[in-house]
């Protein structure tokens, strides 16, 4: 089972920036695409970010595309969520995801690992 532990999320004013942590131990973490969705109260989880675990592109959803940066260190075995220009309706649980070896499309993923989620709320 592949463990997922994220950090850094807290409570911004509006336009302010946090930046997410997400460490695993997993040895095979190269191998691993890694993700961010969140999850608004009342609403369906959705992607947020996604970056292959071959070459590192990145993937964003529009709604944070320019304002959100998703980054690997295979050597920490961690991945970041930098985001800036936070607005209120980025207001939810962040949560990290890893699939092996993916390369479907991230927009219609369904990771096999999540983490436990970190709360991120963005006041006006």
């Known amino acids: 089972q592949v463990q997922l532990v994220e950090s850094g999320g807290g409570l911004v004013q509006a336009g302010g920036s946090l930046r997410l942590s997400c460490a695993t131990s997993?040895?095979?973490?190269?191998?691993?695409?890694m993700g961010w969705f969140r999850q608004a109260a009342g609403k369906e989880r959705e992607f947020v970010a996604g970056?292959?675990?071959?070459?590192?592109?990145?993937y964003y959803a529009d709604s944070v595309k320019g304002r959100f940066t998703i980054v690997r260190d295979n050597a920490k075995k961690t991945v970041y969520l930098q985001m800036n220009s936070l607005k209120p309706e980025d207001t939810a649980v962040y949560y990290c995801a890893a699939e092996p070896y993916y390369s479907g499309s991230y927009y219609y993923w369904h990771p096999s690992y999540w983490g436990q989620g970190t709360q991120v709320t963005v006041s006006s």
């Open positions: 970056i292959a675990w071959s070459g590192g592109r990145t």
């Open positions: 997993e040895r095979t973490f190269g191998s691993f695409a």
